[in-house]
């Protein structure tokens, strides 16, 4: 992993190949990048998500922990349009309550489904190219740059470039699976569960290279069920219960929380 991380052209807030920005910095500028007021979601009577609301301020990664069925993946893909929702989310401003799923991407959102839907019988590169489906008309040389920084983050991406992606590992899928979602140059990336069968070493690498991203400008919404990992990397968190907020603070908070210790952090203290 490239220690020097630049982010495809376009996708941070600052200028790519900035400076990795302090937790104090991070907290003073602040601006909310997603603002998500009250946010409802069911599926027929079952409310899924009730009343949620919370921001990710610019260049920070905000994670989401919680058990089974609280409601993580539900609310990801209500704020990337793929579900219908109540109440207010807000992308850099604007109400993107009307914008469809294809909208979103281009206004800058980006998800990484837990399935990571990748297209196995393509190869890596070829993957990636279609990540760059909506900045098809900024052309190849463009394209092969932002190609070259997902192998700049991902370097053994770049060694299995004409692999098909179905012969990959659960590990190199997931690094893919964040390459092609970069290559759509986000400002906010939104991860359903990275670390989903992984390895901890291997958790440890793909949650490595978030924290780096999110050092280079990026604004990061990540749902895990691992929930020490996602809190050693994140500077703010929520636990969703039963689809609501139960808990809100800064990592550093929650770590310390009893009830999250005794509740999210016990099982894991062996990794
Ligand atoms: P996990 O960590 O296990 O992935 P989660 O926190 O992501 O869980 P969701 O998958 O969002 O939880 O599910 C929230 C609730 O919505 C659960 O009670 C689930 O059974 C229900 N649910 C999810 N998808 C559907 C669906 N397509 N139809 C009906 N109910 C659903």
Redesign the pocket.
Known sequence: MSSDVRLPTGSAPSPAGAMPVGLAERSAAAAPVLEVERLC?S??K?Q??REVSMRVPAGSIVTVI????????????ALMGLLPSQGGIRFKGDDCRGADPQQRVEMGMSLVT?KRDLFGSMTVEDNLTLGAFCHRRQGRAARLQDIDRVYALFPRLKARSTQLAQTLSGGERQMLALGRALMARPQLLLL??PSLGLAPRIVREVLQAVAQLRDAGLSVLL?E?NARAALQIADEGYV?EL?EVALHGSSEQLLHDPKVESTYLGMLRAE
């Open positions: 979601v599926y027929g079952v899924a998500v919680g058990p089974n069925g609280a409601g993580k993946t539900t609310l990801l893909m837990e359903d569960e749902v069920q969703l689809g």
